[in-house]
Nanobody, 111 residues
């Protein structure tokens, strides 16, 4: 069965950086589009970024220029490098593949 396991969240000050990781199993990782979503309290889950099997990327306008999605197919891992974090980035971040979701990792940006 498909499993997605996120890691790397935490508490960071505004302007700081974090790198999230998501390891996938039970799937042919290298050919599939992988995505990062986030959900803040009281808000709907929203797309942050996604990357296709060929490496094509899409970003939400709110994170363009600050976040970078990448993948290492040899490790079945997708990353989200988050720089210049702002309080509005505070949310639970979820890894996604098709209909499957990880359990999420909390990112809190606060001084």
């Amino acid at each position: 069965q498909v499993q997605l396991v996120e890691s790397g969240g935490g508490l960071v000050q505004p302007g700081g950086s974090l790198r999230l990781s998501c390891v996938g199993s039970g799937m042919i990782f290298s050919i599939n589009t992988m995505g990062w979503y986030r959900q803040a309290p009281g808000k709907q889950r929203e797309l942050v970024a996604r990357i296709s099997g060929s490496g094509t990327t899409v970003y939400a306008d709110s994170v363009k220029g600050r976040f970078t999605i990448s993948r290492d197919n040899a490790k079945n891992t997708v990353y989200l490098q988050m720089n210049s974090l702002i309080p509005e980035d505070t949310a639970v971040y979820y890894c996604n593949y098709w209909m499957y979701w990880g359990r999420g990792t909390q990112v809190t940006v606060s001084s």
